[in-house]
């Protein structure tokens, strides 16, 4: 339903046309140095109206912590987050009282929730992440100070224009190993950080965007400085956790972790990660990395990496052919702007749902961890 | 943990080298005729040692139901079941004693629960999976009532060869429409439905398995006569539960649904699925199907489908340099047999996790479309 | 932690001097009518200020719906909801900074959470419960249109001064078969619908809250209306979700169901609630109802009814000696105004939380009958 | 359902004619030793046939370990537990083919699951407490690794003959301090500490089982040694979860903690536990304990005890004027042997369902206190 998460856990709440969007943290742990300010960076790295390749709509999402924090300090309670809908005009697209939109909820909703809302598919809306990116930078911040954990994510495709994200290259490790946000929003509005392939991404999106059409992309995500343990083996494998963090953003088609699809074509003898002793942190780590940092769906402390597809935006202005809600057939043109191409703006929500992920199995493991320690003296 | 699904729910418990492996079915509708019979089919289909593609060893993995039914239909209360593990010598793989075998769990189990076990990884053997298959096998039965849900699920790539599955293609459509169990089960051990492909998949895996080392996969898997409005809108999305199951299975690096990464190149013009309206069924439909069956998070009534990548299995003959435990370089060659390439085995647990997913997102669903049909009235 | 329920569910937030206190309701039936004005109503028989029984302080708790409807219907979606502390300057209570009040949760939310918070025991403040209100409302409506479902509390004891409330009083029977909310506020300030034993119940409030102390009571409920087969065997009994539910309402400590206490007392002869078939209804009933509406944790259709204990407030003017947290002796009295009895005011809170374990529990039931429908056909 | 817990979870099976009762228990911290015998002696003392009070059939009650342990120590994996069903003929109780015995499960489970199993109640029968009790077992082996949690259950009251159990009786606080299972059970076969009223039980049970009749009784708890800060606030307060377990167990009606139902008349200023600075532990204690060892649902380090109300057994061989399933007036006497009072036998799963309770939230706490502590440094 609404809720993600066991013992750090967000409920979120929030259609694009009603009064606020917002949630609820709970089980965040008491002491932690929390203020709107480090919650409002990432809102406003998914907010729209940031460039000319995102929606011209100019929602200002500034966060208004609700509960949970006393002179600057989380108390352990829940914490209530809210974000205003400034833009709650009733929305001008009003062929889609008509039709509803192909590869939208806006029939699927009419089939789960038996009657057709102003809003189509509610809670499909985008700004139903507000309140993801809201509880993922406070996971995050608890995170950094566990272990310095950093979780940057970037754009590596749009359309067919790729930058290489092979597991078997060297090249990308090291790129993995040293990326940061600040590099990444360098690079312009694209938000993929070799510079080349950007500018390329770009004029895929603008063609696209002046043929009122649009076009999907990849993020990939890397998640460094991981304690080792974390993830449950069988059902609640870390990539099986990710994985359902991701698929769960609107838009998205596909999850592959480490070598991913491409690692099905090679052999065990090449695809298995040797160990080897390393002397500086004085533990075993592995030589290469295509398990992508989870073996057997527990954390080993390598690099977490992953990649995510984003279908083509759904909502387009070109026309289509296709049938009304009463099954007649006619030609939808959607008006208003809309983005056309979502992969810069997920940014934030994978890496915050990255981060939830991450501070929930944290937690567990130092459950397990306390008690074992416990139980062998 | 060890717990999958909300209403119906599997627990599962279970080692290679304990007394016995199963589980405890919850949720399961009272008057639904079952027996062993039911179950057992599926759990040979995954068996080891079925063909000289696969290792040797012969479990017999007889399920004995030990609760929940009465006369030969259940009760509506837990179904207990249990498979014996006649194998339990405590295992000839010394040098997995001294060795964390490479991407597999041994290393990261330690770091986990603080301790090595001889079974290395426990729970992360292939004999974790025969309770999630017996499971399932009774979610089917179940479904198959609803609505004559058939799910069936094939091999379509071993290492480079492939066959297509490309949601652009008009003929893996048509097979999706109709492909059965019986029919993938036909084309042999290797159980991809396109015979030639198959012949050279059974080559390619049998290259891998005379060089002692492995090669890995993917399986494609399509769920039809799904009901439509299955599935949660925001974090339970239809798509993440079913990502959330399939990367919970051993050795899974990848999901992707409907056009999955292929589909990010596709603009929205041609990948968005119009509608029309069906005459036979009376229904609004969709001519193409990008979104495999979902959108939004919610079932629109066409069908699923999906491919799970599976890598090079990790445990192999052949020498790798490693490391061992306690850091001192050297060379590891598993004893024992080994299979080479897990998909054909793979099938029924993901024809079993897809039919979990779908038990339970229907339970939910049909709650909901109670309380709406009576706060309507 | 600050959820509760499993399809019908609600999750909490909010201190006493934050900024507001709310809570997210995920699972409402869609198409529900709802406005503020079906929520209000319970929350002001909540508040604080009404009569000269309770605290002076006139919190106006005004609810506001955030998302969820449109136009004065529900969507399906989450409904949040949220009521702004007007009172949120630092508090006058300065010697509870140096006190951990005596049977109040300051001293156990330093052990939980490791630091003392301004507000003491954050979460154990009565605005907590406004959450659970306003969610019960909306989980009422629900079920009176499910079936005229009806709950009514009252106080039925403070101090020693009781009404008859046993099982086996055929006058307390009939008393539950039609006493209504109404009546119930009639009475006046106290809410025990015996007008006479109210009287003197005013009278034993009044006396101790003269002296600066407190007194404690018991709030009895009673649902109509209940349809049968609702609560899970073995863990999730109906009893054992009401327990739960009562027991964590602030200053509770003790339940019992049906003829409860008293009843351990009563041979199984005549205990047991015989059946007769009920011409007028058309199915079987009992003749008795020592059950309590509930058998073998499961609903039979007789009227549910239980008592709950609530303690004598912790925070008193009066002089108590004890200790600071430093460990020193002293004495303390705390200043301000403290409500004297909360029974009165834990009425709308005991219905709440009734409400919300019966939607639960019809929503998973309703989901099992359908099942066993589909399956029988 | 049948699972409970959230991070030491157990989910059971079993009813009373099937092949086994059993349990998977979820979340046991790896390197506990661990054998059956750790198991055994509570499944014993719930085993009917222990003395002349309980019913004579004589299950033996063998408890088998099937996964989850190696060497004698746990994994950290799930530990399935299976106890088989030595007597699984039909049954001989004809007459409840024709009657559903009143204040039994027997209609109610007809309402719930939409058809009559043989074995009536299905869940409802005692045999589905083994599970519990197993599971229970292994967290008190682990609560008592790490603070030497000590957990005594015992009767206090049979029908009318009560011993004392005031929380304002310094004998009653000075028993619960030290009183052992060994000193409950040499009392004889009544398990009430003090002997001259255990005489007066016994004689108390004998009258109605002489009579073909039944009579209840209160079973007490007291849980020492707890650390501080366990329990949730708001809905998972420890004394909500505790009588949550107390009331899943069968026959119970009521539940309270600390002063219960008596404190209701006491002051607030006699009623408060005043604090004091302990030299010996150097802590924080209260000098009575009206609050049983929780304050605003967390524990204060006191001792934690409480009292459940344990109805008359419904089955009883008496004649009882009541109704057939099919609404025709007739008389029922039950056949067989049955317990005419289920206390004894019932202190075993009251102090199982204590240890699961605490297990839980122990876990949940423990990685709070690791989260500030990282927090805070």
Chains 1, 2, 3, 4 share one sequence.
Do not use: W
Not at 10 to 24: A, F, K, L, N, Q
Not at 25 to 48: F, K, W, Y
Not at 346 to 354: H, N, Q, W
């Amino acid at each position: 339903m609404s809720s993600f998460g066991t013992l750090f856990k967000v409920t979120t709440y929030g259609e694009s046309h009603c009064r606020s969007v917002g949630c609820i943290v709970d089980g965040v742990p008491p002491g932690l140095a929390l203020t709107e300010d480090d919650i409002q960076p990432q809102l406003t790295r998914r907010r729209p109206g940031q460039s000319k390749l995102s929606t011209p709509r100019n929602e200002k999402d500034r966060v208004f912590i609700q509960s949970g924090t006393e002179n600057g300090k989380t108390l352990g309670t829940p914490i209530g987050m809210l974000v205003a809908n400034e833009d709650h005009r009733p929305h001008d697209y009003s062929e889609t009282d008509l039709y509803p939109r192909p590869s939208h909820a806006d029939f699927t909703y009419i089939q789960k929730y038996g009657s057709k809302s102003n809003s189509g598919g509610g809670r499909a809306s985008a700004r139903e992440t507000i309140g993801r990116v809201a509880a993922g930078a406070i996971a995050e911040k608890f995170l950094q100070k566990v272990s310095n954990v950093e979780i940057v994510a970037f754009v590596s495709q749009v359309g067919s224009i790729k930058m290489n994200r092979s597991a078997q290259d060297p090249e990308f490790l090291k790129l993995l190993d040293t990326i940061t946000r600040e590099e990444v929003d360098a690079t312009g509005p694209i938000r993929c950080p070799d510079s080349s392939v950007a500018e390329l991404m770009v004029k895929e999106v603008e063609k696209h965007r002046d043929s009122k059409d649009s076009i999907g992309g990849v993020v990939t995500c890397v998640i460094r400085n991981v304690p080792t343990g974390l993830g449950e083996p069988v059902f609640d494998k870390l990539e099986a956790q990710l994985a359902h963090a991701m698929l769960s953003i609107p838009a998205t088609k596909g999850f592959e972790i480490g070598s991913g699809f491409e690692g099905v074509e090679i052999p065990g003898s090449q695809h298995n990660d040797p160990f080897y002793f390393d002397e500086e942190t004085s533990r075993l780590r592995t030589k290469t990395n295509n398990s992508g940092g989870i073996q057997g769906g527990i954390t080993n402390g390598e690099n977490i990496y992953f990649s995510v597809a984003f279908k083509s935006v759904a909502t387009i202005s070109k026309e289509q052919a296709t049938s009304t809600y009463d099954g007649k057939k006619g030609v939808l043109a959607a008006r208003g702007r809309h983005d056309p191409n979502v992969t810069p703006r997920a940014i934030p929500i994978v890496e915050a749902m990255s981060a939830l992920v991450l501070a929930d199995s944290l937690l567990i493991q130092k459950s397990r961890e306390y008690a074992y320690n416990i139980v062998k003296s």
